[in-house]
């Protein structure tokens, strides 16, 4: 594992490099598909460097180079795509596509910008690096961190029965929808590096977290409601890891979920940093909703995060204090640009842009699919996939342990031959095309 590279130095370097925005029309087009498996490999190999241990050359390059605020605004171009322009795309009437894989592209291109993200903001001057986009960022993750409140109660839309004739926009739209969770997901976990630099972070950026979004609210209705856990019939509980559904032993019930420690932490730094404290308003509202969290702060959860004892000391001390008017001080100070900049410049040419999209870019012909799937399968090396997956593969119809991989495309794994067989008629459908990227290397 530890000489596994994907990319060599310079070939990293001139990826990074060559990193730019594009315009919402340019979505799906040559130049940015090639941009979209770039950053795939920049992902997989930020992964890998992680794991092993051995620097952050990727976290370095983007910082070196100046590509953070890249990065933020390609984030939140895609996002306003998949909210502006993907439903008009779906209502054309000629928009009938017989294989979504550009489509499919696209939509995943959001998944693996915050994948990135995610990675390489570990490190706290990456947070620096963004410069005045980490407003943007925080107003990003705050719109997810609401669609994570949203959704609670509703079930996860991948344990969905799958309807075995269902079309490719039907099941599109299906993946996306799983997607936008685990996209979701991902930004809670950005979002808690950048509490980590709070006493860092501009005066703007502060209030926007405290005052306009009131962060430290939200984040307890996150602990309260829990969306990457859920109880099953019989008491069984499940909670949301590694991409999937996984079924807690009751001897670990009370371990502390990655996800709830990433709002625990999160809360601390907004709660308990000098910086933060002094712009925090404590109002009625905000001291009932805080006040809930000690009903958590239990001993099992105290021994797996010991620096919550100051959290705890904090919270008996405010419930003893007067509440705060809330303020009403005159703050000039920055707002965030690239979802208000976007919306002005592309207003009014929605359709415009979903036609263009789908005569020049959606209706690839069999030659291009075959290029595209070539690679696609070229930048997912199976054998860097294999050595960053955080456990076995499991089986595509089960979800039990898998060994046996499907011959045809490589891309899907069986427990067992019955299993393979029941999958077929969902999986044949995206089988033989990767198949054939596979013959036109």
Known sequence: MGDLELLLPGEADVLVRGLRSFQLREMGSEGWSRQHESLEKLNMQAIIDATVSHGEPIQELLVTHGKIPTLVEELIAVEMWKQKVFPVLC??????????????????????????????????????SADDKVLDLVDYCHRKLILLVARTGRGDPSDEEQSQDSTPMQELQKQAETMEFEISLKALSVLRYITDCVD????????????????????????????????????????FESGRWQ???PSEHEKLNKLNGQVWIALYNLLLSP?????????????????????????????QLPNLADLKGFLAHLALVETQAPKKDLVLEQIPEIWDRLERENKGRWQAIAKHQLQHVFSPSEKDLRLQAQRWAETYRLDV???????????????????KRCSRCQNMWYCCRECQVKHWEKHGKTCVLAAQGDRAK
């Open 247 to 249: 079924t807690v032993a």
């Open 275 to 303: 910086e933060a404290r002094a712009r925090y308003c404590l109002t009625s509202f905000a001291k009932g909703q805080l006040l809930k969290l000690q009903a958590f702060l239990t001993d099992t959860l105290l021994d």
């Open 385 to 403: 996939l294999e050595a960053i997956a955080p456990e076995r593969p499991r089986c595509a119809y089960c979800n039990a342990e898998a060994s």
């Open 91 to 128: 209502q054309l009437e000629d928009f009938k596509p017989q294989n979504t894989f550009p489509i499919y592209m696209v939509v995943h291109h959001e998944a693996s910008i915050i994948n990135l993200l995610e990675t390489v903001f570990f490190h706290k001057e990456v947070c620096e």
């Open 200 to 239: 860092s972070l501009s005066l703007s950026t502060l209030n926007r977290m405290l005052c306009t979004h009131n962060l430290p609210c939200l984040l307890v209705e996150l602990l309260e409601h829990s969306p990457w856990s859920r109880r099953l019939e019989g008491g069984k509980l499940q909670q």
